[in-house]
């Protein structure tokens, strides 16, 4: 689970901001936050985050990618660390960029974080936090490491970190050196971490062409329930040939693909979803299509293009929801403009579905970024669940909870507030506006 997260100097965040998703005091839906006796805290399973156009929303969700794609993939010997620092303001420059996380990792508390430039990482710490200890495991500075003493093997770690490039995480390197002390963290990034931008797929996307995976048929029973049309998905299978895909990309898969092996292709031409499968040597290719009833209960196929842009959204998202709901299930979802092509009450549902599952034994989270005021409401999310971005004068977003303004209380309508300006987070539209182009003022009833 994630507790924190804090970022410095990336992007449109100048100043350090810390996201943290520890419950306050407050009792409103007490009974579906996580319960780390252990540690004496409560997390919560969910935050939705406000703000207005270019206030600090995305690049949010663009600074906990970063931090995905630097640990799991890595960087190229020779290339520069794509850190994209506060621009807006000249002392700024050449001062490393900062990302922070406090995580849950099987019960056990760790503090991951880096300092870069485009150059190096000039700083890197984990830390694993035990009751109300903590025990360094490394820090990396000023050109070397610090390991703990009961590490295991503690001069090969050293001959890792000479190893370790300037531009690299030790984490990573340590990774591809078959160290698995650190691997839980880098687990944590790489699998349980799940990130869905605004036009992205979901990657998994191919168990729901199998009909005997027990989410196809759940899948299939919320597209009914969420009123799409469709009464349920199902595949086609044709010739690899007859495929709809660029030449380029199947003279590779006839390359690459080997014997056994399964690749999912999404967003190729005309909005098609195929799987492709060598069999015997020969590749197959099976797509998805739809089927809705008519009115004389007669089946219709319909190819996935031709779905709506809220029924491809619906199939985008319900594996995330399906997965946060799944028992045993420790997935952290960040989605980005969940409320993209969605209508309001179909949110609210999926988001009413989720947290009814969610108890003190709940390991899962939801993050979420929209504009969609009608979610904020204390009947659905508590004050501490949330929070609102905004840039001041000097274009530097700032992120704070809503449980932060002292005269928000529980009985209060949060959103009227919203709307009103009255806690931030709204566009600042400036007087005398006007939209008529250049020079077409006389057209527009505006000349003298």
Not at 330 to 337: A, G, M, R
Not at 346 to 357: K, V, W
């Amino acid at each position: 689970m994630l507790i924190s997260f804090t970022l410095e100097n990336w992007m449109s965040f100048r100043d350090p901001v810390t996201f943290s998703m520890v419950a306050t005091r407050e009792r409103q839906h007490g009974d579906r936050l996580s319960k780390l006796g252990k540690y004496q805290t409560r997390l919560l399973p969910i935050a939705a985050i406000y703000g207005g156009n270019a206030s600090g929303k995305t690049n949010f969700f663009k600074g906990i990618r970063f931090a995905q794609n630097l640990v799991v993939n890595g960087t190229k010997p020779d290339g520069t660390i794509p850190v994209e620092p506060f621009r807006l303001d000249t002392s700024q420059v050449g001062r490393p960029s900062r990302l922070k996380f406090e995580l849950l990792i099987d019960e056990t508390i760790y503090e991951f974080s880096f300092a870069m430039t485009r150059e190096a990482i000039v700083e890197e710490k984990l830390t694993l936090v035990a009751g109300t200890s903590e025990k360094l495991l490394y820090q990396r500075r000023e050109g070397r490491t610090d390991f703990d003493g009961s590490l295991p093997e503690k001069q090969f770690l050293q001959f890792v970190f000479k190893g370790t490039r300037d531009n690299q995480l030790f984490l990573t390197n340590a990774i591809s050196q078959k160290i698995d002390t650190f691997r839980p963290v880098y687990n944590w990034f790489k699998d349980t971490l799940q990130l869905v931008a605004p036009d992205s797929r979901f990657q998994p996307f191919e168990r729901f062409f199998d009909e005997a995976d027990p989410l196809y048929e759940n899948m299939n029973d919320w597209l009914v329930h969420l009123d799409t049309g469709i009464t349920h998905l199902g595949t086609e299978e044709i010739p690899f040939d007859n495929a709809l895909l660029p030449e380029p990309l199947k003279a590779a898969l006839q390359e690459d693909v080997r014997e056994g092996e399964t690749v999912h292709l999404q967003n190729v031409p005309l909005n098609h979803s195929f799987v492709v499968t060598r069999k015997n040597g020969e590749l197959l290719a099976r797509k998805l299509v739809t089927f809705h009833s008519g009115g004389d209960d007669t089946r219709y196929k319909f190819e996935f293009r031709q779905e709506s842009d809220g029924s491809r959204r619906v199939i985008d998202l319900l594996p995330a929801f399906l997965e946060l709901s799944a028992r045993g299930s420790n997935k952290v979802y960040l989605i980005d403009e969940i409320d993209r092509s969605l209508h309001t009450v179909l949110t609210r549902r999926l988001l009413e579905a989720y947290l009814a599952g969610c108890s003190g034994e709940t390991r899962t989270q939801l993050l979420l970024t929209t504009h969609d005021v009608l979610l904020m409401d204390q009947r659905l999310l508590r004050r501490d669940e949330m929070w609102v971005t905004e840039r001041n004068a000097a274009g530097a977003s700032t992120l704070l909870s809503f449980s932060e303004f002292k005269d928000v209380r529980y009985d209060k309508d949060i959103r009227k507030s919203y709307l009103q300006g009255r806690m931030g987070g709204i566009p600042r539209i400036l007087s005398g506006g006007s939209l008529a182009a250049p020079g077409r003022a006389a057209v527009m009833g505006g000349g003298d």
